[in-house]
């Protein structure tokens, strides 16, 4: 197949874009970097069946020859990283998933959607299943994500009702493992550096909210079999049903790496979800999916990559 994963060059994009070439894809990789480093893909170059194009998604683009499949993944998508791109994040939801759904509609490719389990905001249903519509504040700080997301929706079902589009959605769950920024602010990533450089575990609110930790290797499963399920329109939730608090989440990083850093309460950043965990019945019905590594293994390796890497000079918490 040929595929192009916008966002190739992000977190998730770029195990994508290895696990399809893995695999005897050709790649496409359309990334502008604005969250990630080119870096990231760096060692994909010398394969001859991956391509990197540096561009926006939100200016419209054709890419030559065949399609047969588009997963579009551009999108800022921690918490700093769509707060200081807060119309970009709107654009590369709108203008971007409309792009890249032309593109698709141009070539009779499949398309995949990666969404959010932020769709569902600070939801009233727990567990949440994928016919609970979410509890999101359209005006807040996370609005700019949130609702790009939900539009970005939308749109697909849009095109597939009305154009015939083989658009399918899959809403992602927090997801951590090698390759994260150490400093992108998400929870994973900055507990990980902080443990391994003995500063403080910043521990937003008491730690009681809760999420549910997946892996990237076993995320990326569930994308690829996405992209290969041709039909399906989901949404399908993906992420792991094991749930838990922010504080368990510190004391875990804590024993994962040996460190004996203390742990740090700072205050809960505004419309912060106290709660989310995957329903993956549909999941497994319908893609034969779920996550195999638990978090502890995870934690690990992730863990190991960070201190394979140098870390960059320390920098300023981001909020
Ligand atoms: P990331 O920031 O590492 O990757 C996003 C990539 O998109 C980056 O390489 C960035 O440079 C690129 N990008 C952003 N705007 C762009 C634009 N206008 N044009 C071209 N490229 C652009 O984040 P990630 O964690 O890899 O997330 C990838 C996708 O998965 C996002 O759409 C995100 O919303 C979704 N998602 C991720 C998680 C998670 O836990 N990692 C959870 C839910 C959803
Ligand atoms: N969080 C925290 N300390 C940090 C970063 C995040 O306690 O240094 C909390 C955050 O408030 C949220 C949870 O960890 O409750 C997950 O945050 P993340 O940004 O990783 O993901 P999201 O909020 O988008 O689920």
Not at 116 to 145: A, F, K, L, W
Not at 171 to 188: A, K, L, Q, S
Request: aromatic letters at 8%; hydrophobic letters at 35%; one cysteine or more.
């Amino acid at each position: 197949m040929r595929v192009v994963i916008t966002g190739g060059g992000g977190f998730l994009g770029s195990h994508l874009c290895e696990e399809l070439l893995r695999r005897g894809d050709t790649v496409w990789c359309l990334d502008n970097f604005c969250t990630s480093e080119p870096h990231n893909v760096a060692h994909l170059r010398a394969n001859p069946r991956f391509r990197t194009v540096c561009g926006d998604v939100t200016t419209a683009f054709d890419i030559p020859g065949p399609v047969h499949a588009v997963a579009h993944l551009a999108s800022p998508a921690s918490p700093p990283d769509y707060h200081r791109l807060p119309l970009e994040t709107l654009s590369a939801g709108s203008r971007g998933t409309e792009n890249a759904l032309r593109l698709a509609l141009r070539h009779g490719a499949r398309f995949v959607l990666a969404s959010t389990s932020e769709v569902y905001g600070d939801p009233e249903t727990h567990p949440q299943p994928e016919d609970y519509c979410g509890n999101v504040n359209p005006v807040g700080p996370r609005s700019v994500y949130d609702e790009a997301k939900r539009y970005a929706e939308a749109l697909s079902m849009a095109y597939r009702r009305s154009l015939g589009v083989d658009a399918g959605i899959v809403r992602i769950f927090n997801t951590y493992g090698p390759r994260m920024r150490p400093y992108d602010g998400r929870v994973v990533s900055t507990f990980v550096r902080q443990a391994l450089a003995a500063r403080a575990l910043t521990v937003y609110g008491d730690g009681s909210q809760t999420r549910s930790f997946c892996y990237v290797d076993d995320l990326v499963r569930g994308i690829t079999a996405m992209i290969d399920h041709r039909d399906l329109s989901g949404p399908i939730n993906l992420g792991n049903p094991v749930e838990h608090t922010v504080r368990e989440l510190a004391e875990l990083v804590l024993q994962v790496t040996g460190s004996r850093s203390r742990i740090e309460n700072l205050p809960l950043p505004v419309d912060d979800p106290t709660r989310r965990r995957p329903v993956i019945t549909r999941a497994r019905e319908q893609l034969g999916w779920m996550p195999l590594v638990p978090v502890e293994e995870g934690l690990r390796y992730t863990a190991a990559w960070f201190t394979a890497r140098s870390l960059p000079q320390p920098e300023p918490e981001p909020r």
